[in-house]
C-alpha cells in the first residue's frame, strides 16, 4: 500500500538553526500539506500546497517557515531560524485530486530546539 | 473558521464495550468529516469518513454519525479490544484546502 514518508524520525537542533524536515507524498497525489502537534495538544494545520504554490497557510506559518517542492517526490518544510516553541511533530499529508480532503498521513518528524 | 470540538479527552472501557466519541462543528458548510486513530509515535490514520449527504455510515465494528442540523458527529466503536486503545482524532473540511482538527480523544481498552 503506498504511504508517505518522512525523514528523518527525529531531528535535534539548537536554536536558530536552520531545519529542513522532508517528505516524500503518494506518487499520484497532487495536493500537499504540513501539519504540526505540539505534545498532548491537537494535530494544527500549517500549509497547503498544490500546483507548486501555497494554497492556504495558518498563523504559525510564519515568515520564519517555507515549503518547496524541489523535483517531482520531495517536499520540504524550512524553518530558517528555530525556536524554542517550533518543538513538535511534523506531520506531512497529501491527496489525490478528488474533492474531498482525504488526507494519508506520514509518521512524522519530531522536531526539537534546544 | 472552523472550529471542532471534541468529548470526552479520555475514555476508559472494558473489552467488549463499545464506546462512542462525540464531535461538533461551527461552520454548517462544513462538508466532509474524517475520523483518525493515532498510535503512539505513529502519524494519523483514516479509519472512517463521512460525507455532508449522507447520516451514517459502518465498517465493520466502526460507524459514524452525522446530524448536520445540530452540527455534530460521532465515532462509534463495538466490540472493543485492546488493539483499538490510541487516540482518535475528528476532523472537518471546508470545503477543498484543509482539515481542522479537534482535539483528540484517548481510548484505553482493558483486557
Known amino acids: 500500500e503506498p504511504e508517505v514518508t518522512q525523514t528523518p524520525s527525529h531531528q535535534v537542533t539548537q536554536m536558530g538553526q536552520e531545519v529542513i524536515l522532508r517528505c516524500v507524498p503518494i506518487?499520484?497525489?497532487?495536493?500537499f500539506y504540513w501539519y504540526r502537534q505540539i505534545l498532548g495538544q491537537k494535530v494544527e494545520f500549517l500549509v497547503s500546497?498544490?500546483?507548486?504554490?501555497?494554497?492556504?497557510k495558518s498563523e504559525i506559518f510564519d515568515d520564519q517557515f517555507s515549503v518547496e517542492r524541489p523535483d517531482g517526490s520531495n517536499f520540504t518544510l524550512k524553518i530558517r531560524s528555530t525556536k524554542l516553541e517550533d518543538s513538535a511533530m511534523y506531520f506531512c499529508?497529501?491527496?489525490?485530486?478528488?474533492?474531498?480532503?482525504?488526507?494519508?498521513f506520514g509518521s512524522g518528524t519530531q522536531l526539537s530546539v534546544l | 473558521g472552523e472550529n471542532v470540538e471534541q468529548h470526552p479527552s479520555t475514555l476508559s472501557v472494558q473489552e467488549g464495550d463499545s464506546a462512542v466519541i462525540k464531535c461538533t462543528y461551527s461552520?454548517?458548510?462544513?462538508?466532509?468529516f474524517p475520523w483518525y486513530k493515532q498510535e503512539l509515535g505513529k502519524g494519523p490514520q483514516l479509519i472512517i469518513d463521512?460525507?455532508?449527504?449522507?447520516g451514517e455510515k459502518k465498517d465493520q465494528r466502526i460507524a459514524v454519525t452525522l446530524n448536520k442540523t445540530a452540527k455534530h458527529f460521532s465515532l462509534h466503536i463495538t466490540e472493543t479490544q485492546p488493539e483499538d486503545s490510541a487516540v482518535y482524532f475528528c476532523?472537518?473540511?471546508?470545503?477543498?484546502?484543509?482539515?481542522?482538527f479537534g482535539t483528540g480523544t484517548r481510548l484505553l481498552v482493558s483486557p
Open positions: 461552520d454548517s458548510a462544513s462538508n466532509y
Open positions: 463521512i460525507r455532508s449527504n449522507v
Open positions: 476532523a472537518a473540511a471546508l470545503g477543498f484546502q484543509k482539515l481542522v
Open positions: 499529508a497529501s491527496r489525490d485530486r478528488g474533492g474531498l480532503v482525504k488526507l494519508f
Open positions: 500546497f498544490y500546483n507548486n504554490e501555497i494554497s492556504e
Open positions: 506518487s499520484n497525489h497532487l495536493y
